[in-house]
């Protein structure tokens, strides 16, 4: 758009183009939106950017992002602290944390094993999982990644890192989603669905 | 999303999703990628805004957005300095810049008369256009104003404020849109292209 009468204009649609999914009209709507903005909500919004990267921690037990050295999380004394549930990003932490439906403790992995980009098991932060591990008291670890061959990759190679502790192994249930009809459900986990299929439980 | 596990990270997500057409979710994507970038890139963002909210101009004869006093457009001795294009805002400039076809000059009323939303002729830059034509050298205004009622209401309005002087008005040709379906056309544009149909032109 070089039709852009402003260098400044200009520069701030740029940065915004930058973002994920934000092509230049919609930075245009989105600068010229903050430009209606006073001057305190603009530096309010672009400050909050600046603080975020300047002041954010990231937990150093389960990796997670948080504003102390642990958080809130780790810290909870309410929470079950025998169970891990390991996770690739900070993303998953909160759609489990959303379904209100866990009450153990995290690990963030920062990734999956993906030979592909060039990501291998040093890059990730399983020593410090196998760590947390053999420093005792933990019963069940459950994968909760993808279910992708990444994803399976890297449920394998932690699997084989601790096949000499006790520790419980488990993934999350695999199956037609609740709500979706059975016609749009893709035939591999229509299949896996036969094949693991569980009680009918009149109370649930 | 009450499972932000930080107070730093939900700040930035509010301010994200103040933004028109971005919702929670989309502004926890954003973050997470401007997280994820260097902190000089984190700067360079939020300093773009700043910068464009304290160092923007609006150009003091068209009112277009700027970096000095008077813009580009109206700067450029290349263009035709007879004609005026008046628009609502400046995405408007920026459209009608983007089609390559116009070469005057354009005065930017920031808004259009609207009693229902407080809008009378005094919050608008009727009173500098005026003053600009009486000041001579123009010969023809285009009004290039959405086709609704306000707009409608402002072309009225400012050509009754002009018609003692022997300026040429015009407005922008309304018909069907070039590219689209005849059936799919409203029925008052469809209407109105009737009425207003034009001579064939081969070479056209």
């Given at each position: 758009?070089?039709?852009?009468?402003?260098?400044?204009?200009?520069?701030?649609?740029?940065?915004?183009?930058?973002?994920?999914?934000?092509?230049?009209?919609?930075?245009?709507?989105?600068?010229?939106?903050?430009?209606?903005?006073?001057?305190?909500?603009?530096?309010?919004?672009?400050?909050?950017?600046?603080?975020?990267?300047?002041?954010?921690?990231?937990?150093?037990?389960?990796?997670?992002?948080?504003?102390?050295?642990?958080?809130?999380?780790?810290?909870?004394?309410?929470?079950?602290?025998?169970?891990?549930c390991v996770v690739e990003n900070i993303k998953d932490v909160m759609s489990i944390e959303n379904t209100q439906q866990y009450k153990g403790l995290y690990h963030v992995l920062g990734g999956v094993i993906s030979?592909?980009?060039?990501?291998?098991?040093?890059?990730?932060?399983?020593?410090?999982?196998?760590?947390?591990?053999?420093?005792?008291?933990?019963?069940?670890?459950?994968?909760?990644?993808?279910?992708?061959?990444?994803?399976?990759?890297?449920?394998?190679?932690?699997?084989?890192?601790?096949?000499?502790?006790?520790?419980?192994?488990?993934?999350?249930?695999?199956?037609?989603?609740?709500?979706?009809?059975?016609?749009?459900?893709?035939?591999?986990?229509?299949?896996?669905?036969?094949?693991?299929?569980?009680?009918?439980?009149?109370?649930?």
């Open positions: 758009m070089s039709e852009i009468s402003s260098i400044l204009l200009d520069n701030a649609v740029n940065e915004f183009s930058k973002l994920p999914g934000i092509g230049r009209k919609t930075a245009l709507r989105m600068v010229l939106h903050l430009l209606r903005q006073s001057e305190a909500d603009v530096s309010a919004f672009s400050n909050a950017m600046i603080d975020l990267k300047q002041g954010i921690h990231y937990c150093k037990v389960c990796h997670n992002i948080s504003d102390s050295d642990v958080c809130a999380i780790c810290a909870d004394a309410s929470r079950d602290d025998k169970t891990i030979p592909m980009n060039g990501v291998g098991p040093a890059d990730l932060e399983i020593a410090s999982l196998v760590e947390r591990v053999q420093q005792g008291g933990i019963e069940e670890l459950i994968f909760a990644l993808s279910p992708t061959m990444e994803g399976d990759t890297t449920c394998f190679y932690i699997s084989r890192r601790l096949q000499n502790t006790s520790l419980k192994l488990t993934v999350l249930a695999r199956g037609v989603a609740v709500g979706d009809e059975l016609e749009y459900a893709d035939e591999v986990t229509l299949g896996r669905s036969i094949v693991n299929r569980m009680p009918f439980d009149y109370n649930k």
